[in-house]
């Protein structure tokens, strides 16, 4: 019988530990043997002097790739990035003081997001914590409302622990970042080396398995309705539960929609998807949420962004169900009929049986009528733009002819935040999970480069494209560094229309057009300040120009390729639902404002 690699790794592992046992290590060899039981393949990081014992052990080992970024922030977005694109817990490293700090903005957009993750900071020896020492921070105080949990280690005995602790913590529940914090001294201090194979808290067990009682009257609820709707987020994606979810919504035939962090959970080239609901959601996603009679929402948390004003919601009367792993996520904006905590892909599973052991079916004439209905709101059309005179590229048309060349290919979309992330949102559509990454809840620019290359470095033999504009593309340009050192031959598609956009037009709609601060007047060359780190860069000006741009681009397969795409100045992002209003009070174009 042959045996696999995974088997020849386990047991190299296993023998290692062995030997490890009956030998001391320093804190820095701990952990980078914890990191290796772990699996870990790729660490994001920056040097400094509280980190040197574990960069001097990983000098000492070749299982683990290290990729130096330009800055922390960075080092995080690209760990997270590929988290979330693999669902395996991304990692960073970063130094004490500043680098902590730096790394601060990236530990907030993943926790916002629920993505998980381990960010090991370094921290001054620890004779020297409280005394001001030089790059000296309170991390585990600055960190506190940003992280799931975090660790401050203060003896090397408990640092293998503590790791087992911080990644089982990382990935089980509502997955989220935790921070390790070690002092100097405990990375070059030596103790004997065990690694737990498991790891109990008497303070921490999320419950997986979701109520059977609560899950039959959501049975009895989605099969007695007559205008029912499936709304999901970014949970099923985390729980991996997207074929559960089809499943389901093609066993009953139900109009489905996605969230912004959920896209790709359910095909967008299904007729039964509606498309993406909210303030920038279609027409028909954002109506059948509002007239609904029983609504299931599964993994998504009613954000301001997906429900605009709560009151207005709760006018019409429905029915909720709410599946979520988060008990503090259900009724917490919007009150529930039927909560099931649990995780999401068990919750399915076990509903798609009780359905077909029921042997109940839907109501076929209600549901016909509200098929009916839904093709009505479907005949507006609002994602329809126009393409001008033809002499100047829309955004729009960017997207969407990238999603014709690629949508066959196995790609990867990242976006940065702001009007481009919206039309990448809109016009590309994700019929798989994992393919469009993105930063939801925090909303950072300056995630889209990061993200691109750490998911390369997972994805060596995928397509990765950046779709970004001119002002978030600058906040983590010196990534352009990395992706030349580490190999990563992304495709950045700048939709650059000189103005940070997204703000512009909320200077327009709600400010009278008084455009403060909002127009980038002393922009780079970005074709010369591409070929400056190493890369190709394209000016396309002209709308016949875009497909040529983009097809020369996937071509140089092997190389960096910033496509600075001049987009029209003017254009905004409909549907939109402004601050305050109900989601179906939307303005669906110009003629609106």
């Known amino acids: 019988m042959e045996i696999s690699k995974a088997e020849i790794a386990s047991a190299a592992a296993a023998s290692q530990q062995a030997d490890d046992k009956h030998s001391e290590l320093m804190g820095s060899e701990i952990l980078v043997r914890a990191l290796q039981l772990e699996n870990v393949k790729h660490i994001w990081g920056y040097p400094g002097g509280a980190v040197l014992y574990i960069y001097d052990a990983l000098y000492k080992q070749d299982t683990i790739q290290h990729v ?15 988290a979330r694109a693999t669902g395996e ?53 600055i960190t506190r409302p940003i992280v799931k949990h975090n660790f401050l280690v203060k003896d090397v005995r408990d640092l293998a622990v503590t790791l087992k602790k911080a990644f089982h913590i990382a990935r089980t529940g509502r997955p989220g970042p935790v921070v390790v914090d070690i002092p100097k001294d405990v990375s070059f201090k030596k103790c004997a080396f065990h690694y737990p194979e498991t ?11 979701g109520h059977s009682g609560q899950i039959r009257k959501a049975l009895q609820l989605l099969l007695a309705a007559k205008r029912p ?27 489905c929609t996605n969230t912004l962090m959920g896209l790709g959970a359910f095909p967008a080239s299904d007729p039964k998807f509606l498309g993406m609901l909210g303030m920038h959601g279609t027409v028909e996603a954002n109506n059948a949420m509002q007239h609904c009679d029983v609504l299931l929402a599964v993994g998504a948390r009613f954000d301001d962004r997906v429900i605009g004003n709560p009151k207005h919601f709760a006018q019409n009367e429905r029915k909720i169900i709410h599946v979520d792993i988060d008990p503090s996520s259900i009724s917490k904006r919007v009150k529930v009929d039927v909560p099931i905590v649990g995780d999401v892909k068990d919750v399915l599973t076990e509903l798609i049986a009780m359905i077909r052991e029921s042997g109940l079916k839907p109501d076929a004439n209600a549901l016909g009528g509200w098929w009916d209905t839904i093709a009505g709101w479907r005949k507006t059309d609002c994602m329809k733009y126009s393409l001008g005179s033809g002499d100047v590229i829309k955004p729009q048309y960017v997207v969407e002819t990238l999603w014709n060349m690629t949508k066959d290919a196995d790609t990867y979309i990242t976006s940065d935040v702001g009007q481009h992330q919206m039309w990448a949102a809109q016009y590309y559509k994700f019929d798989e999970p994992r393919r469009w990454i993105n930063s939801g809840g ?3 620019m300056g995630v889209g480069i990061p993200y691109a290359m750490g998911i390369k470095l997972a994805r060596p033999d995928s397509e990765v494209f950046c779709v970004t504009g001119e002002g978030s593309v600058q906040m983590c340009i010196q990534e352009l560094s990395t992706c030349l050192q580490y190999n ?13 956009g997204m703000v512009r037009q909320w200077q327009q709609v709600e400010y009278a057009g008084r455009y403060s601060s909002s127009y ?64 179906t009070e939307m303005l669906l174009g110009s003629e609106d404002l």
Request: some cysteine.
């Open 488 to 500: 990563t031959p992304i495709k950045i598609v700048a939709l650059n229309n000189r103005y940070l």
């Open 520 to 583: 980038m007047d002393a922009l780079p060359d970005f074709v010369k300040l591409a070929e400056a780190y190493g890369h190709v860069g394209l000016l396309i000006e002209r709308p016949e120009d875009v497909e040529p741009a983009l097809r020369e681009a996937r071509r140089l397969k092997d190389r960096t390729v910033f496509m600075d795409f001049r987009t029209d100045p003017t254009e905004n992002v409909f549907p939109m639902v402004q601050a305050g209003k109900g989601i």
């Open 68 to 82: 130096l970024v330009r800055h922390e922030q960075a080092a995080v977005h690209a760990a997270d990035g590929y």
């Open 89 to 141: 817990v991304g990692v960073a490293l970063v130094t004490s003081g500043p680098g902590a700090t730096n790394a601060v903005t990236g530990i907030a957009t993943a926790y916002m997001d629920s993505i998980p993750m381990v960010i090991i900071t370094g921290q001054v020896p620890t004779h020297a914590i409280g005394l001001d020492a030089f790059q000296e921070c309170d991390t585990i105080g």
């Open 442 to 444: 925090l909303g950072t």
């Open 199 to 209: 790891v109990e808290m008497r303070s921490y067990n999320p419950v997986r398995k």
């Open 229 to 255: 709707y499936i709304y999901t987020g970014g949970g099923v994606l985390l729980s991996n539960a997207s074929d559960e979810l089809r499943t389901l919504v093609n066993m009953l035939g139900y109009p």
